[in-house]
């Protein structure tokens, strides 16, 4: 079967959703199809076994609001409409972005079915125009968008409740992202001094990390403000985007740029605790790697809620981007709560490698539609 996946971006971007996709596919070539990937080529091609369908693409809504929402040219959508054409089955990966509606269109033009993964619901932004702009485009294109999916996926319980509370009418599955357990797991004898002093982290402080693009939806407002409150507690952030941590000048936090999964996993074995203020996410994928390495979380209420058999191993935090530092205190308290009494880490990362596995979710996806 020719399997098309759409994307906003390849994995060269850095996102979670664009690491899903990226696994996805690799999952269905695995299982011995054909697969393709049709994404913005902006960050360069990924190294994958699906071949690439590469999209010229304008992004110039990512500079103004920190959202991708890359604007793909002519010769683009033409490449797109041959693969979607050639294809047996379209996965389209989130319904706001101008490649997934195309790709939906197509897919409805060519009578190929097509498959509607949703990462995200509503984002509260810190300015309230663009938080109703995304309301707005939640009731006109999100909702149309998953009636016309063949099959509808969500990655987590509350986004489900959120976009498509009445699953009667709108029937939709409930798949939770997997990991790579062979790299993400715990290591009871690792050097966590050795792994600190490998990325000039302080030993002794109580360290936390941040894994994510550098952008307002993240809550890069809300860890420079528990910066600034706790001097004492040292923060760890992995990705990039348009904000830079480097700019606060504070001695307590480190950018440490991007890091491959391996050092990831590591870093995550040298924390005490992963710190994800986000706000309009589904379930990060970066949540579900640090529970499969025993590091407790600290993340918004909404998304410690989207797996309902996993909140009991995570701190659920009310974060807002309009109040910084209401939310970097609230946070703040979890975190001295969590040091003192964790979660039982074992039972953590056994739940996490087993509850969320790569292949089944790929298989469930492009399972025969009814």
Not at 16 to 43: I, S
Not at 155 to 178: H, K, M, Q, W, Y
Not at 206 to 214: A, D, K
Not at 249 to 257: E, F, K, R
Request: contains cysteine.
């Amino acid at each position: 079967m020719r399997i098309l996946t759409v994307s906003n971006f390849y994995d060269t971007h850095g996102g979670g959703l664009e690491r899903v996709a990226g696994q996805l596919a690799r999952e269905f070539a695995a299982a011995g199809h054909h697969a393709l990937w049709a994404a913005c080529d902006a960050d360069g091609l990924p190294d994958s076994p699906a071949e690439p369908v590469p999209l010229r693409c304008a992004n110039p809504v990512e500079r103004l609001t920190g959202l991708p929402l890359p604007l793909p040219g002519p010769v683009s959508v033409m490449r797109l409409w041959r693969a979607v054409r050639g294809a047996d089955l379209v996965v389209i990966h989130d319904a706001l972005y101008a490649g997934s509606v195309l790709a939906m269109l197509m897919a409805k033009a060519a009578r190929r079915p097509a498959v509607l993964i949703q990462h995200i619901g509503s984002i509260d932004f810190a300015s309230r125009v663009l938080a109703a702009v995304m309301r707005l485009a939640n009731r006109i294109v999100t909702r149309p968008m998953m009636k016309a999916a063949n099959r509808l996926v969500f990655i987590s319980a509350t986004v489900r409740d959120e976009l498509a509370p009445d699953t009667r009418r709108l029937p939709s599955l409930l798949l939770f992202n997997g990991i790579d357990a062979r790299i993400f797991s715990p290591d009871p004898s690792a050097d966590r001094a050795a792994l600190r002093r490998a990325h000039g982290l302080p030993v002794s402080a109580p360290l936390v990390v941040f894994v994510g693009r550098f952008v307002e939806k993240k809550g890069l407002v809300i860890l420079h403000a528990l910066a600034r409150l706790r001097p004492d507690l040292h923060i760890a952030l992995v990705g990039r985007g348009p904000i830079d941590p480097a700019t606060w000048g504070l001695a307590n936090v480190h950018p440490l740029g991007q890091l491959d999964q391996p050092a990831l996993a590591q870093l995550y074995r040298a924390a005490d605790a992963l710190v994800l203020p986000s706000v309009g996410e589904g379930f990060p994928l970066v949540v579900q790697e640090a529970m499969a390495c025993g590091l407790p979380v600290v993340t918004g209420d909404v998304t410690a809620r989207a797996d309902p058999d996993a909140t009991r191993f995570l701190s659920g935090v009310p974060v807002t981007l309009s109040d910084p530092q209401g939310s970097a205190s609230r946070c703040a308290l979890v975190l001295d709560r969590l040091f003192a009494n964790p979660p039982d880490r074992a039972a953590m990362a056994a739940y996490a490698r087993t509850a969320y596995d790569w292949k089944a979710m790929a298989m469930r996806v492009i399972a025969p539609l009814a």
